[in-house]
């Protein structure tokens, strides 16, 4: 079946350092990868996505490359900011089955002043 | 575009006691879910419908969960009797896109306490 591992957490970062959350997936076929934001308090948000290989998703100044020859699909930023700090999920959906969203176990990203 | 909406935002009850959650999905997307999560267990899908059929209900923990879709606009998950373990906050997503593609559009949730 379909899975997806996440670097384990927290981390903690000052603000303007570079960030990279790693993720790596499991999965048949042509999967879509994507990146989710929980903020405090709120549901998981969208930041981007992908859906074939080599494919780039990028928002916010975050990017990630679908790297079909390593499954990968890390996360990174340039510069962080404290608003930033947050709850990340990789996920997938496809290979043997498309109808539901395969989850990491999600990484807490805490940026100080 | 009103997003997804779940009621209540909290809810705090006695264990026993029946607990209904409920959501509205957005306006057009077929596939609606429901996830519980929890610190120990982090983000778990406990069931999805598609064209208010469920699909997937095997991550329903046990007989004392229930979820229905009566129409396309509402779905309600029911907890009967409530335990303490069941404390959690609860999402709810729908999706339009049946190939997977689209993202799944997620409720502000709802954080339950079962005292």
């Known amino acids: 079946g379909n899975s997806v591992t996440q670097m384990e957490g927290p981390v903690t970062l000052s603000e303007e350092a570079f960030l990279t959350i790693n993720c790596t997936y499991t999965?048949?076929?042509?999967?879509?990868l994507f990146w989710y934001v929980q903020y405090p308090g709120e549901g998981l948000q969208l930041l981007l996505k992908?859906?074939?290989?080599?494919d780039k998703g990028s928002n916010k100044g975050f990017e990630a490359t679908y790297r079909k020859e390593t499954t990968s699909f890390h996360l990174e930023k340039g510069s962080v900011q404290v608003s930033d700090s947050a709850v990340y999920f990789c996920?997938?959906?496809?290979?043997?089955?498309?109808?539901?969203?395969?989850f990491g176990q999600g990484t807490i990203l805490t940026v100080h002043p | 575009d009103a997003g997804v909406i779940q009621s209540p935002r909290h809810e705090v009850t006695e264990m026993g006691q029946e607990v209904t959650l409920r959501c509205k999905p957005i306006?057009?997307?077929?596939?609606l879910f429901w996830y519980r999560q929890t610190m120990m267990r982090g983000l778990e899908l406990l069931i999805y419908?598609?064209?208010?059929?469920?699909?997937?209900d095997s991550g329903m923990p046990e007989d004392r969960f229930s979820a229905k879709m009566p129409n396309a606009s509402f779905s309600t998950l029911k907890i009967q009797p409530s335990e303490p373990r069941d404390s959690a906050v609860y999402f709810c997503?729908?999706?339009?896109?049946?190939?997977?593609?689209?993202?799944?559009?997620f409720g502000d949730g709802t954080r339950l306490s079962i005292l």
């Open positions: 997503a729908s999706r339009g896109d049946s190939r997977g593609n689209q993202p799944q559009h």
């Open positions: 999965a048949t076929g042509y999967p879509s």
């Open positions: 992908a859906t074939k290989a080599d």
């Open positions: 996920a997938l959906t496809g290979g043997t089955s498309y109808g539901k969203l395969t």
């Open positions: 306006s057009g997307h077929d596939y």
């Open positions: 419908f598609n064209n208010n059929v469920p699909i997937d």
